[in-house]
């Protein structure tokens, strides 16, 4: 009879042996994205493919500032996503400890409204958004546009209350009984325990601004005010496209999020697995 | 210091009364136990004497002043949680220390009565550890801790031993009595364990379904029930029932135990054929002959403990009989014994509960 670990030997290897092949054909796209950032843009498409990385990636980037000022860019979508993150922990937090904690008419209703808005596509609410911010408060190309719209995020008060409505209510009740005022029974006590779970959150809410697309393009059209995708964007002409330039820029723009995944990727299991089991 | 008194309190939940009218006096330095079966309000009444729970109706008075309106933290309280509630993420020093920081008390001062309380529940060396850090009872040490160092007129426990081990929970009780005796202070203390009860209380408030059922002191309430179900909550193991009917003269027939009679002053004003429930706890059998009705046992179950044995029969005739004898301890399952009842030793209750004296 084989023992125990033995076995489990063996069914590592079966395990590695399908998930190593699946990896690679995952990593494949973004290593030849690499690859191609430091590539001339004729070497792209030169029919010898290249798989290791070339030297041209300053000059690319050199192209790609001169074409679009990516600097710039990429210090509006830094300005944006953090700042929106930032607002946006602290709204959904917020509003997530008022559904937990307090009692009050019409909170079923409210917090069914809240989710309900899940349900409806970005697509649907983006053209009325646009509406009212461009043409009815004239705010087309203003750091208010491109960072407030966004912040009121249902996913982030959805995880929040499901944050504090596992911890103990007695952890409340006491420090309620101590005198404890109610502003600092939610900054003391359940924003330090819901640690992991803001972290989660403050990642999902930074890539979702940092990826976001469709509404910086549709508000922010002046070169000062656009982000790094949107500027990404405009490279792909009618009758030429910089792929070498966008390779650069994409690559720019992979690399912060991965670094802050690698250093807070444990948060994050955390975070998305909160709630699964008691 | 002070006393507390609840007059006519009653909690709703919508439509749902929970507590139907509570009234009761709690003197100045007294120890409380609320003790009742799961769901019959103790906790709830205990929270809404903190200010946890708004009260439907009535009035609570925490010495002379009517708390109702009042907030948790100005009702001069201190409340201990079964689970402890301390702040994970606080070193135990930081844990007593909150309520007084968040308050503005001076920093000489939290810090005295920090040291204070942690002398008293001898836990000086765990002050820099966190909770995760602590077994049970230092955790639950650390609960009262926290307590103490708010200097309340008024504690309450709320299943504070729950958690708790047996042993531990041996230990805790001895040392939640010390500190009242030290301390003096007010306490109110919920369980559902009735050993604690006794052990603990000056008086116990017996409760089931949000209503006062009897409060008295831990042996008026073993001698004295006022009813079936406070004669079956009180003592462990419970008080044995046993249907009765009677024969009139004051003689009761015991149908379900082979038909064995017995005289009771209290069953005289029964008529002939009247049912009754006749209580005899596990401590007080005879033995066979020497009380005043003979009970012929099969046993299913022995349990010796060394000190006393435990013989739970006749669950065949649906009607269970436990006996607690001391000198008994070669009885086992399968065996047949004889013991009887002390008519002195006998309460007698109405079908509806109600004690017959």
């Known amino acids: 009879m084989r023992s125990k670990s033995s076995r489990r030997f063996w069914r590592q290897v079966a395990i590695h042996a399908v998930m190593g092949p699946l990896a690679l054909v995952w990593l494949f796209p973004l290593w030849m994205m690499a690859v191609f950032s430091t590539m001339p843009e004729n070497g792209i498409f030169s029919p010898d493919i290249e798989l290791l990385p070339s030297d041209q990636f ?21 300005m944006v996503a953090l700042v929106s993150t930032v607002l946006s922990v602290m709204l959904t937090s917020m509003a997530g400890w008022a559904l937990v904690r307090y009692r009050f008419r019409g909170k079923a209703l409210v917090t069914a409204l809240i989710f309900g808005t899940m349900t409806l596509p970005y697509f649907v609410v983006v053209v009325p958004q646009f ?37 103990p209510r007695e952890l409340f009740d006491a420090a309620q009984i101590e005198g404890v005022k109610e502003w600092q029974i939610f900054t003391r006590v359940a924003l330090p325990l819901a640690k992991p779970t803001l972290a989660a959150l403050a990642i999902i809410l930074f890539l979702a601004s940092w990826n976001n697309y469709l509404w910086p393009l549709l508000i922010a059209s002046e070169p000062t005010m656009m982000t790094a995708p949107v500027a990404l964007g405009t490279l792909i002409g009618v009758n030429r496209v910089s792929w070498a330039s966008i390779m650069t820029g994409a690559v720019l723009l992979t690399l912060p999020m991965v670094i802050v995944f690698i250093f807070l990727q444990r948060f994050f299991m955390a975070g998305i697995t909160t709630g699964a089991v008691k | 210091m002070a006393g507390v008194t609840v007059s006519a309190v009653r909690k709703r939940y919508g439509s749902v009364e929970t507590i139907h009218g509570v009234d009761f006096s709690i003197a100045d330095g007294e120890f409380v136990v609320f003790v009742g079966p799961s769901g019959c309000g103790k906790s709830t009444l205990l929270r809404m004497i903190a200010g946890l729970e708004d009260i439907s109706g009535g009035e609570i008075s925490i010495g002379s002043r009517v708390v109702n309106d009042v907030d948790p933290s100005d009702r001069g309280t201190a409340m201990v949680f079964q689970s402890y509630a301390l702040y994970p993420h606080m070193t135990v020093a930081q844990n007593l220390s909150f309520g007084l920081r968040m308050n ?92 604690e009860a006794m052990t603990m209380a000056d008086r116990i408030v017996v409760l089931r379904a949000g209503r006062v059922e009897q409060i008295g002191a831990p042996l008026d309430l073993y001698d004295n029930p006022v009813n079936q179900f406070v004669a079956g909550f009180i003592g462990s193991p419970r008080m044995n ?14 149908p379900n135990q082979g038909g064995a009679e017995i005289g009771l002053a209290a069953a005289q ?89």
Not at chain 2, 117 to 122: E, G, P, Q, S, T
Not at chain 2, 168 to 173: A, D, E, G, P, S
Not at chain 2, 289 to 300: E, R
Request: proline residues 4%; aromatic residues 8%; positive net charge.
């Open chain 1, 131 to 167: 509406i009212m911010v461009a043409r009815d408060l004239g705010l087309s190309n203003t750091w208010f546009a491109l960072i407030v719209p966004p912040l009121f995020n249902s996913l982030g008060v959805l995880f929040m209350r499901q944050a504090f409505s596992m911890m």
């Open chain 2, 269 to 357: 004003g029964l008529a002939a054929g009247q049912k009754a429930v006749l209580g005899i706890r596990p401590e007080h059998f005879a033995a066979a002959g020497q009380g005043n009705c003979d009970l012929h046992l099969a046993i299913d179950v022995a349990e010796h403990l060394g000190a006393t044995s435990y013989l739970y029969a006749n669950t065949k005739v649906g009607e269970p009989v436990v006996v607690q004898a001391a000198a008994v301890r070669s009885a086992h399952a399968g065996d047949r014994v004889a013991v009887s009842i002390p008519a002195a030793r006998a309460y007698l209750f109405d079908p509806n509960g109600a004690r017959r004296a």
């Open chain 1, 58 to 78: 300053w000059i690319n980037f050199q192209a790609l500032q001169a074409e679009t000022g990516f600097l710039r860019t990429l210090f509006v979508s830094v």
């Open chain 2, 104 to 195: 503005g008390n001076p920093a000489a001062d939290t810090e005295r009565r920090v040291a204070e309380a942690a002398r008293i529940l001898r836990i000086e060396p765990l002050l820099d550890r966190r909770p995760k850090a602590l077994s049970g009872g230092q955790r639950q040490r650390v609960a009262i801790g926290r307590a103490i160092v708010r200097k309340p007129e008024v504690f309450l426990f709320d299943e504070p031993l729950s958690n708790l081990d047996a042993e531990l929970r041996v230990q805790m009780r001895i040392e939640i009595a010390r500190l009242h005796s030290e301390l003096g202070t007010t306490m109110i203390y919920v369980t559902h364990d009735q050993t």
């Open chain 2, 241 to 254: 029932f046993l249907a009765a009917e009677s024969l009139g003269g004051g003689r009761l027939k015991l």
